[in-house]
C-alpha cells in the first residue's frame, strides 16, 4: 500500500480548527482509496514565535521538506499584530514558499451551483457553474527584478522595478500549466500584454514553443486587460490560465471573488518536485476562532488538490471534491455561506458530513 508523509502545519486562529476537518477527511478518503497516510505536525506563525521566538522554526522547514506534501491552516492573529515586520506571523509564510522552492501558485475559482447566489456575477452568466484554475508564477517577474529609488540627471525623485523573466522560469510555469490542463479540460489561456511589453512578448514566444510538446492541449493568448474583462462577462471560456508573477496576483484575486464566498477557496503552491504546499486563500479569522464558526471547506479543498497535484490521485481527490458538492446540495451550510433555506452548522460538523458522503 502506498503511503504518503504530510507535514501538517495548523497555525493560529481558525487554523487548527479547520486543519481537524482535513485530516478527518484525508483519513476517510485513504481508507477508501488503499493508500496510507502518515502526519508530523510542526509549528508555524504566531503559535510558533510563542514557543521558539520565530515564525518559521528550522525543525518545521526540515519537517516539511522531508514530507511528501503540506498541509497548511492559517497565520496571524491580533497577539501578534504589533511586532516588527521580519518577526511577524505572516513572514513564515513567505519563509517557507522561498524554503521549499514552490513557484507556482495555483488558485481555482469555482462557482458550486448551490452557491450560486453568493457570486455579484448575474445568474445568466454563471448558470452552469463556473470552474477556472488561476496558475501564477510565484518567484519571478516585477516582484523579484532590481528595484531603487533614485534621482534622475535634472534632480527629481524617481523610482523604478525591473519585470524579468528568464527562459527556464517560463518554460516551467508553462508545463505545469499544460500538465494541469491534461487533467481538466485541455484548454490553456496565457494571460500577457505582449503589444506593451518585451518580457511579454518573450514570454509569450516561450509559451507556444512548449505547446508543442502538448498537442492534445489547446492554446490561446489574452492580453491582461482584455483578460480582466473576460472573467467577469464569459468566465465559462477558461479552463487553466497561466500568468506571471503581477498579472496572476490581481487576476487570481479577482477570479476568487467572483465565486463570492473567502470560506470555499483553496489553492496549492508547487515547485520542481512533487512536494506542494496546500492551504486555504483565508486567514486565521481571530473573529471567529474557537468558536465552531468556521467553514472548513477551503482547507478540505486544499487536502483535494494534495491528493490530484502532489499524489496523482485524481479519483480520490474528485471523491472529496463530490462530497464537498453533495454537502451543499443537501442545503447544509457553515454560517458564512448559508444561502436562504439553508441548515447552518458548525465547522466540526462540517468535517463530518464530507466524510459521511465520501
Ligand atoms: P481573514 O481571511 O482571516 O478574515 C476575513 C473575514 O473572513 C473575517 O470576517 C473572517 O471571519 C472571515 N473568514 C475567513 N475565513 C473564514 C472561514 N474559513 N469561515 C468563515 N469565515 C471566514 O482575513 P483578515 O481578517 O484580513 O486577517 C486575519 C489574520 O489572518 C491577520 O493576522 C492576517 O495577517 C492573517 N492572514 C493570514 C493568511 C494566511 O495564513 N495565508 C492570509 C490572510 C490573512
Known sequence: MKNYKIAVLPGDGIGPEVVRQAVKVLDKVAEKYKFSVEYYYADIGGIAIDKTGEPLPKTTLSVCKS?????MGAVGGYKWDNL??????????????????????????????????ASPLKDRITE???????????????YFGDKKRIVTEDGEPAAYDTM?????????????????????NKKVTSVDKAYVLEVSRFWREIVINVSKEYPDVALNHLYVDNAAMQLVIHPEQFDVIVTGNMFGDILSDEASMITGSIGMLPS?????????????????????AGKDKANPLAVILSAAMMLKYSFKLK??????????????????????????????????????EVVKRL
Do not use: W
Not at 514530507?67 to 498541509?71: E, F, G, I, N
Not at 522552492?101 to 448551490?114: D, Q, S, T
Not at 452552469?128 to 516585477?142: A, S, V
Not at 506542494?276 to 481571530?286: D, F, T
Open 315 to 352: 479519483e480520490a481527490s474528485e471523491a472529496i471534491e463530490n462530497a464537498v458538492v453533495k454537502v451543499l446540495e443537501d442545503g447544509l451550510m457553515t454560517g458564512d455561506i448559508a444561502t436562504e433555506n439553508a441548515v447552518v452548522i458548525g465547522c466540526e460538523q462540517m468535517g463530518d
Open 84 to 117: 516588527p515586520g521580519d518577526i511577524r506571523p505572516e513572514a513564515g509564510l513567505l519563509g517557507i514558499r522561498a524554503g521549499l522552492g514552490l513557484f507556482a501558485n495555483y488558485r481555482p475559482a469555482v462557482i458550486y451551483k448551490p452557491l450560486r447566489d
Open 268 to 288: 496549492a503552491s508547487l515547485g520542481a518536485e512533487s512536494l506542494g504546499l496546500y492551504e486555504p486563500v483565508h486567514g486565521s479569522a481571530p473573529d471567529i
Open 164 to 184: 524579468i523573466y528568464r527562459k527556464s522560469e517560463v518554460e516551467r510555469i508553462a508545463r505545469l500549466a499544460f500538465e494541469a490542463a491534461r487533467q481538466r
Open 128 to 142: 452552469n457553474g463556473l470552474d477556472i484554475l488561476i496558475l501564477r508564477e510565484l518567484t519571478g517577474g516585477i
Open 67 to 71: 514530507s511528501d506534501a503540506v498541509l
